[in-house]
């Protein structure tokens, strides 16, 4: 038997949009009440727990690279200025870290997504075995 609260809820137009969304795509929700007790019973704290553990994890990442970032700013102001080398996002410098970086990347996804190949035979080693004579042999 269902218990009825009388309760009302007050929502944001932020909220009445997705609990419109909820409700045009999922034909079994009909209504705003559905589309709030199809939420709470979907609703699991243990992906919660997850996904604020990895935002926790993206978090530190971030503030590890904006460290790094930094520290080679102050390099770049302190040794490069000097040298007349042009800092910034148009320099060359930048560019060529940029595509760099960006090649790792490519090659590194290339190598993820590409099939395994057997291990290479290596020439170097039919190379130095010498063709079989058997006049060799006869001539001992």
């Known amino acids: 038997m ?3 609260i009388d309760k009302h809820i007050y ?3 932020t909220h009445i949009d997705v609990l ?3 409700i045009s795509t999922h034909a079994e929700v009909k209504n705003y009440s559905e ?3 199809f939420l709470c019973m ?3 704290p243990e992906v919660e727990k997850k996904v604020n553990s990895n935002q926790a994890k993206l978090n530190g990442m971030s503030k590890e ?3 790094l970032t930094e520290m080679v700013s102050e390099f770049a ?3 490069l200025k000097d040298t007349g080398i042009l800092i910034g996002t148009n320099s060359t410098v930048y560019q060529e870290a940029k595509e760099r970086v960006e090649g790792k990347i490519k090659s590194n996804q290339t190598k993820k997504y590409s099939p395994q190949l ?3 035979v290596n020439e170097s080693v039919h190379a130095r075995v010498d063709t079989f004579d058997p006049t060799k042999i006869l001539k001992r």
Do not use: G, M, W
Request: glycine share 0%.
């Open 77 to 79: 102001d302190l040794h």
């Open 2 to 4: 269902t218990k009825v």
């Open 65 to 67: 690279i904006s460290i």
């Open 118 to 120: 057997k291990k290479p």
């Open 20 to 22: 419109d969304e909820i």
């Open 11 to 13: 929502f944001h137009q």
């Open 35 to 37: 589309a709030v007790r």
């Open 42 to 44: 979907n609703y699991d």
